[in-house]
Each structure stands twice: as C-alpha cells, then as structure tokens.
C-alpha cells in the first residue's frame, strides 16, 4: 500500500501553468502533485566558447532548490560559495535530455538556458524539471519562429522524465518524498515520444534487483511519460 | 508624468498571499505591481556560535533573484561562487530591519531565517522583501505562540519598506523599473508603525539633494508605508 | 568493426596488481586495456559526522585524473579551486556502488576511503576505479579481520563495473576512447555477483535506443562482469 | 555627557598628512582623532569592460582594516578568501560617493582606484576613508591636469563624510569607537559642499527615531562636513 | 657602481620606529630605505588546534602587500580570493624564523600573531618584516613578563634578514629595487646573533654561482644583520 | 647511525623508468628509494599572456601527493578547493630549477608543463621531482627536436636536487623520511652540472648551524647530484 494510497501505475495530478512569470522567453509553473518547480527559458545570441562561429546552437539548464523548498531548510549554495555535486548532476542530466531532442544547427547562433528553481519539494525534482524544460523550451522556440529568427522547428520530439521504484517489494510509478525516502530501488528514466529512451539512472538503495525488475520500472516509465506527453501538449495548444 | 501614469503619491497595488509553500513555518508570496518575491520563515532550533548560551534569539534574512526574475538573464551566484556585494548589502538590511521589532529575549534561542526569493522584478525587490518578511516572522511566530513554545509575543510592531525617489524633478513613491533606472535621487525607508525611522539608505544618482529634498521624500514613505501595514494586518488576520 | 579489431562481446585485458604502494591498507593498480587507475583503501578510525555514536561506519570514494592521463593536458582541480560536476559524479558513484555490497553496521564506527587516480586513460576510467576499488576494499578488510579489529566480514558480495555502448549501429562491451567518443549510445553498469544490478546510468547521445537495445547492453555487461569477477578473485587469494 | 568629554557637535582633530607613500599618484594619511587611514589614489590608463570605448572614465574605491587595527586581531580577508558584506557595503559607498563629484567624461578612459587601507581604527572609517579620498582624488587628478593629459577638471566640488548619532539620548558629532558600539541610532552622511546631500545611511539600533532625530542629525553633519572641507582645502592648496 | 651609489657592503637607512599603532601588543614601523613595513604583534589566549593541550606556545606570521605599495597597483589578495604562492611562502618563512629563537613551552599556551603589512616598497621586504617582527614579538614578550603572565624570557636571541645579490658581477649587501629586478643571483640570510645561520634561500636568476659566491654573500648579510641586531637593540632598550 | 644503515654519505637507490605512461611527450618515473614520483613533460603551443608575441617559450612545473601516498592520508586539494602553501612553494621551486637550465628563446612560443605526482613518498619528494623533472623535459625536447619543430637544443645542462641534512649530529645526505622528521637542519641544494648552485633552500629546525655547516652539506649534496646527473644520463641515451 502506497502511503499517498495511490495504486502502482498511478501518478500524481500534473499540473502545468504557463506564463507564470513575464520576461522569460518562455516561463512554466510544473507540479507533479506537492512537487513544483518553476522553469524558466531564457535565449540569449550568444553560444559557449568552444561553439562559437559553428553554425550550432546549445541548450542548457541550471537547477537549483529554494532553501525552504524541503521540510527543513537548506543552506543555500550561493551561500556556501559552491553547488553540491547533487546539483551539478541534476543540471548536466537536464541539459543533456533537452539536447536529445534539439536540432541545434536548426537553433542557429544562440543559447537556450533552461533554469529549474524548485519552489516546493515532494520527491521527483528532476524529472518534474526536464518534463517542465520541454514546455518552456517549445514555447521560447514558438516565439523564435513566429518572429522569423528561424525558419524550421528545431524541437524533434517531446521528451519527459518520470522517477520509478520499488516500494515495499511493488514496483511503483512517480514517487513521492514518503516514497522516495524508503524505496528499495529509484530509477529516473528520461523518454521520447515514440517508445525510445534518452536516459535511464537506476540505483539499487539497500536491496538490489535484476533485469526482470528494471524492465518492469521501465514499463510504468512509459505509462507516466506518455501522461506527460500528453500534458504538454495540452499546455502548448 | 510617471510611466505608469500613477500620481507621484500612488503605490503600485499590493498583493500578499499567505500559505504559498507547505513546508516553510511561515510562506508569503508578496508582490507591489509586477514585484514579486517568495518570503518564507523558517524556524531552527539552534542560534549562531556567538549567541548560544545566552538566552536570546536571532532572526536573519537571505536573498536572492531567480535567473529570468530580469528583463535579461542573470548569472546565478551558486554558479558563480560567491553573493555579490548588492546581494549581502540586503541581506543585511532585512535581517537589522526585521530585529529592530523583534524582542530577541522573548524569542529564546532559536532563529528565524527569513529566505526573500524574487520571482520576478519590475523595482523595488528589496522593499518587498523586508514587508514580506514581516508577514512571514508574524505567522512563524504565531505558530510557536500556538504550540506554547514561548509565552509572550516577541514581535513589538509592524514593520515596512518602500522606495520613493526624484523622477524628473518630481518626488514620487514607489518606484518601479522604468522609474528607478532613471530616477535622479533613490531612498529606501524601513519604517515603524507609528512614525518611526529604522532605516534610511538614500543616494543621490546624478543629482543632489538637500533637507528639504529628504523630508518630502520621508513624508511619501509614510503614506506608503501605511498602506503596507494595513495590507499586513489584513493578512495576518 | 571496432577500432582495435575486438569481438563485439570481446573485453580488453584485465590486469590486477595489488600491493603497488606501500603505504595503504589495500593498494591496487588496475587495467582495462590502456587505461590505468591506482586505487587505494585508507581505514580511518572516525566516521562523518551524521553517524557519529550509530555504530554505522561509512565507505567512500574519491576520483582524480592526473592531468596528463589523456591525450591532451587538462587543468589540474586543485589548482582551478573546485572539482567538476563530472568528477563529484564519479565520487558518488564509487561510494554508492561499494556501499550496496558492504554491511556498514558490521564494519564498526570507521571509515574506507577508496582513492581512484587515473594513471593513464583510454575509456572506461569509472568501471575500472569501481572494479579496482572492490579489490582495494577486500584487501583492507582483510587486514582488519586479520588484525581482530572486527569479527565478522563486512563485505557480502562481490561488485564491477563495465561501460557498453552502440557503436557504428553494434552493441559492444568494454568502451575504449575512441569507441567511446564516437557512440551512439553509452551505458555504465555496475552489477553484483550473482545477476544483480546496483546501478544502470544508460544515455544516449545522438541516436536514441528502445527497451530491446538496453536488455543487450545489460546482457554485455553480465558477460564483462563475470570475468572481471574472476579477476577480483585471482587477485585477492 | 560623552567618554571623550567633546561638546556634542565637536569634531575630533583632523589631521591630513599628504605624501605619505611615494609610489601612488594621490597619497594620503588621513585622522579622525585615533583613526587612521592611508588612501592612494592609482591612475590607470584602462577602463572596467562595461565601459570600454564609451569616452567615459570611472572612479572606484577599495577598503580593508589591517588585521589588528582594532582592539581584538580580525582575521585577514585574504586568508578567508572572501571579503566580508561590510567590506563591499562600504567599498560600494567609496566609489558611489566620489563618482557622484566626478564629471567622468572629462576624466577620459581611465580608472582611479582609491585604496583606503584602515591602519588603526576608533570609530567612523568609512567616513575618514571618504573624507581623505576625496583628497587622494585631488592630488591625482592635479597630475593629470599638471601633465596635460586631461584639459578640464573633472572634479565638480568637494565631498566630505561623518558619522552622527544619538548617544545616551543626544544627538552627537563623529562617534568614536566608545560611543559607536553604544549608540541608539547611527547615521552616516556623505555631503557636498553647498548644503547638498550625496548619501544617508541612517540605522536604529535597540531605539528607533523619528523625521525631527533624523533632521538633527543630518545638521549636525554639515556642521562637520564643513571643518572637513576646510581641512581638504587647506591640504591641497 | 650600484644605482643609489652604495657600496657593495652598504645597507640603506635603517629606521625602526615603536608604537606606531595603538592597539596592538607590539606595533614597528621599519624602514630599510624606502622599503617601509608595519609589523603588529598581537597576543592571542588560545593555540592552533594541533598544539591545544600540550603546554606549549605558538609563533605565526602574516604578511601583505597593500594595494598600490608599488610602483604599479597590485590587485588586492582579499578582492581576488586567495593569497599568492609568493605571499604563502613569504608568511611561512616569518613564522619559522621568529620560532627559531623562541622556547614555545616558555611562551604558554598562547599564540602571537606577526602582521607584516608592507605600506611602500623598494626591495626586500621580506627581510625588513622579518627584523621588524622580532622587534614587535620582544615588545609583545616585554608586556607578558611585566604584567607576570610569564615567568621566564621565552626569547633566545636576536633573529634578522637581509637580502644579498650579485649585481653586475659584484656581491652586494641589501638589494633595492633597481638592483633586485637586475641581480644575477639573489639570497635572503636569517641569521641569528653569534654567527648562526636559520635560513638560507638562493636563487640563481639567469646566471648561477658556485660554493665561493655562496660564501661571499653569506659573509656579507652577516655584516648587514649586525648592523640590525644593532638597531634592533636600541629600539628595544 | 642513520635509521637505513646507510654510510653518511650514501645515497638511496635511484631508479629511473622512462615511458612510464603513453600520453605525454615526456613521461618518468622516478624513484629515490621509496619516494616514488610520477613526472610527466605536456607541450602546448601557447604561453602565458605576458610572454605571448615575444618569441619566447615557457616551462612551468606542477606537483602534487596523492592523497595516500603518505603514512596517513591527506586530504585531496581539489576538495579542499585550494592549494596549501607547501605546494605553490614546491611548483615555484620547480619551474624555476628546469627555467635555469632551459633557454627559453630557443624553445619558441610553446610551454612545457612538468607534472610531478607523488605516488610514494618516503622523503625527498620535492628533490625527486625537479630530478626526474629534467629527464621528462629532455625527452619532449627530443621530441621536438626530432620533428624539427626547433632547431638547436634549448637544454643547456643537466639539473638534480637533493636534500641533506645534520641527523642526531652528523651532516647525512638524502634524508629519507624517519630521518627528515628528526633532523636539526634541512637542505635542499638544486645543482648544476659543473659545480653550479641554482638554488639553496637551508632551514634549521630547533638546531641552528654555522657557515662550516652549510658548507658540509652543500658537498654532501655535489656528491648526490653527480649520481643523479649519472642516472639522468643513463636514462635519456
């Protein structure tokens, strides 16, 4: 029995409210239950060093979690003058799973910076965040071609991530921080329309599993992210 | 004429909204106009080295802009490795304004950090800041008033911040972003419920000022702050 | 055809020498190939402070590349001031991986620093430092055992480490630099004896891979793992 | 009645010694009573990139105490890596306040850089540091004048800084240390001659005061101000 | 024929003036020349963690350049976040030296503190911090034996620096600047009084030299520290 | 009597092994005894800002301990986030020895970094690393030479460090570590073919010593550099 009473298969309530702050090019409030983050797309015509004058563009993202995102409060990393391998982790799987769906030739001379600030915590950060990046990404892009600053789509899919594990032997869908804090296996999987995956990262915690079990987190994988796609399109009609 | 067409004795409208995160002690998302910023209390039981021991509290103020809260994007500080001087020249100013109404005794040892998140800018962060705060140390402390981990009320009034500067020779309160960018003189007051001063930080950019100059600018405050206080108590209720 | 004419489930040489410095309580410099990692163990009587007086010990890694080990210089961290978001990665995984086959309680309150330097690097630096780190781990619990120190082994399994990828459309194990730069797809697995998993990090760059494609690499690394199993066993009678 | 026995609107002795090092192109030990510090000013023939190819110059200042300036050694900002918030609060005060006499566009594309190093501290650094830059400023700008590098004088008039507050109930003149670390209220006024305002940072500690304290203070400041700026012309004619 | 017209075994103006500063226990200015150097002892009831427990004292040194001590403006170590390897290797020689004619058990479980902070420079000024901050530690020492915290003199003798170099072929005593930016060959000696040698530090810069040049500068910075203890005798007296 | 059994003047077993790692153009191991240090020679076709455009190379060194290549472990700089004084000191020394016997104009505009990474160390890692430092260089420069990227050799002369000492009363000559821990004074002599000093770094800890002893241990020290000089040799034909 899953404490939020929720059966294996079930996700949380997705919820996605675009335009939630005005001066990013594109701006989404995600929340997958108590969980939300705010993501913000942020183009600038410019590209990191080793890009410049390659006809390609980059995408990134930076990630972070507001102190009292948590039950108790974190120091903040600025603070501490530097961010925690976690965060370093967390914004390199972000940048690299919106990548996988970007033509960046098609994207030209410029960035797109993806910034992940977590208003409220309640497991699945990250995946909220990548599944979050892609609206905000489709809609700064919407904005670049209806400008005319690019001529083709350079968005070849959507893409969403979804956490899994196994919670008290059940294999479970979208854990949340109850969950999370005492599954015996987390996997965070990154997907793409169509059945194909982008990232999978699976730790066994305590127990250990084999190929049968990862098979089957892979499954409910793809019965969350198809939800998701299914909410992005929505959020991006 | 203001850019937004506001009399020069006009404040932007002011929004409070209590209970906007779970986790926090005490969670206010306040906005003036297009400013907004996530203020949360949260409550430790610890004090800082200097204090233990000795039977008083402290109460503290962080702060920070997410990335796109600005027009453009804005390196990171957990980034960059270290709080710029702008960044701890207001923290500072939050966590002096906020004990000057604290009665730190009354407290007992425990500390209150004030975490000030802008969301989004359009002037006046820092002023939003030290009037959220207040509203999020009044519901931290009610709710340890509640639990009866402390007897007597520790907070000893109301207290408030705004801007006012000389915008094309005409005082004007309540700055925003096209104002304070172009604004010849630029103050901020933390003000006490019934006439009193905590804090004046006034400069002059380009021009000067002389007494007379500061005083009409201390009289605006007051309306302003007024306003503010009414907002809290409203809030607060 | 892979570049250097191995079979498609072909591993490069394992060679395994304990006892390469003297100082250590386990040393051992391991190969995969050209690629070469001392690792070694250091007992410390202490434990981090969020287990002090539990009765838990603690096992830990930590990772560096000398900074000619590649075919290009690269900047030493110590004297950039920080280490990479890819480095701390790394660390993490070590630790994680060599806790989920060590009983902590049965350890005593100490802690096992695994240092994994890279010697010299052709692909592949992680899974070797993971499977070196095994052996290094066994030799200093081995000393502890001899010694009285603890009584009952600490360490319930074996645990490697092995990269496979899709190269030129070809599942392979075993990446070396020049597979490795060049793959569609790149898997880490780190897999405990017995047809366990602790850890899958999949990732596709360019291409995108289905369930089919990552069941293969699983099934390449089973085959990696074993031998290198055998290899940790060779080594440590 | 004060500790030092002064009259509350009496000045400590101002003391001005130029010349004091030989390398920089503005040197000056400046006293406030016990208070000592060297300011240089240094000519550099580059602006900060923000300004580069504008026509326009820039005025900064830089502050540090020496480590036993004061009664109990500091630490060395050096050695904690990082400069303290009050330290860049001031420095930020430095530069605002000399640039707000400087026309920068007669000045040229150069920078003057006015280091004000503490070199024994009895209370009010920042405003002797202010007081004798504007001397150091003087001296340099002379030499460029004096050598034909700049045609006009950019400097517009004279700007002076003293501290108020209200001690033991009195608003009084240019608190030293014993008073400072006692005072109710304490106010930092940067003033131009003439009557003008350039700052007010004005902070109730413990009490609170009103528009009638604040208007007294700032009195008593131009009464300081002004034996300031007779000392300054004196020091540079 | 040397820039400033010395001879090969003349020093510059020694002058060493006590009390410059008021709070600290010791407090030196000494002038080698145009070389000045303010050196500040400071007592400190409390020993480095290693030491604590053990009965015994400890000697440290600091030093710094301020910013625009030279010719051209340097930048400022606190600004940039890290000391020099030159100014690390400067402080531990300070601290070695004055220890080598200290009794650390005499001294007590208190530490002293030597400032070396250099306000103009010409030339070895790491030798006139270390003669200077002999004189600052007797001060120091003489205020502990006349309060009776200690019992016994802790200090054993005499301890100064000197730099020598070979300049256009010919060994000359005390190095300026001119003469230091030009040397074939350049040594720091710490000597201690009756002959005894502490520190030697040669460097070969460009040309090298043999066991002969080696002894001909030795032979004159014994004829230089003689002068100091001289010195050093009469400001302490 | 030394701890090793070694004669007054007996050098520890010097072992060079060429090509310890395939990467570098320059790559030795180099062993004093059990003092184990990995050198490596990088070339890169740049130098540091303030030599570019003046037709002269660079040679710079680097040095590091592996954090258990000590009796206890050390912790990693890279963690710490900056470099201890000891280690600037060691790579200036470093630089500066192989910068001595290197005509940088002949090098042209490239530098060459010598990494020396301790991976044993048993005393003398410092002294090991300038010695296998030159047997790294002369084998990129060789390189150089052979491809005909330079034309005449830069490399003017061989180059060796050693250490001595005065052990329980005896001047000794490379002092391994249960010796350097008790000796009363420590030498470090870097040595040029010819009876040439580069550098002398003499220290006395708790003892002090005359002229006549720093004379003992400089001959000491010819004696130990001429069978380094021989080994160098041996190992570059």
């Not at 108790?72 to 914004?91: D, F």
């Not at 497991?123 to 690019?150: D, Y």
């Amino acid at each position: 029995m899953r404490p939020s009473g929720r059966a294996p298969d079930e996700m949380r309530a997705i919820a996605i409210e675009t335009g939630f702050t005005k001066h990013a090019e594109g701006s989404v409030l995600i929340g997958f239950g108590d969980t939300k983050v705010l993501v913000t797309a942020s183009i600038e015509e410019r590209v990191p060093p080793f890009l410049r004058g390659k006809g390609s563009g980059w995408v990134t993202g930076e990630y972070s979690m507001l102190p009292r995102a948590t039950h108790t409060r974190g120091s903040r990393e600025a603070a501490k003058g530097k961010q925690s391998g976690r965060t370093q982790e967390i914004q390199r799987l972000i940048g690299r799973s919106l990548r996988s769906v970007t033509n960046l030739e098609k994207l030209g001379e410029r960035q797109i910076t993806l910034d992940c600030d977590v208003i409220q915590a309640d497991g699945g950060t990250r995946t909220a965040s990548i599944s979050g990046a892609w609206v905000a990404l489709r809609l700064a892009v919407n904005k670049l071609l209806a400008e005319g600053a690019i001529k083709e789509d350079p968005i070849e899919a959507k893409i969403a991530a979804i956490s899994c594990g196994i919670f008290e032997g059940t294999p479970v869908l979208d854990l949340d921080y109850a969950e999370d804090s005492n599954a015996d296996a987390d996997a965070n999987f990154v997907l793409i329309e169509g059945g194909r995956i982008a990232e999978v990262q699976a730790t066994a915690e305590g127990a250990t599993y084999d190929e049968e079990g990862l098979l089957r987190l892979l499954r409910l994988a793809q019965i969350g992210c198809n939800q998701i796609f299914t909410a992005q399109e929505a959020a991006t009609q």
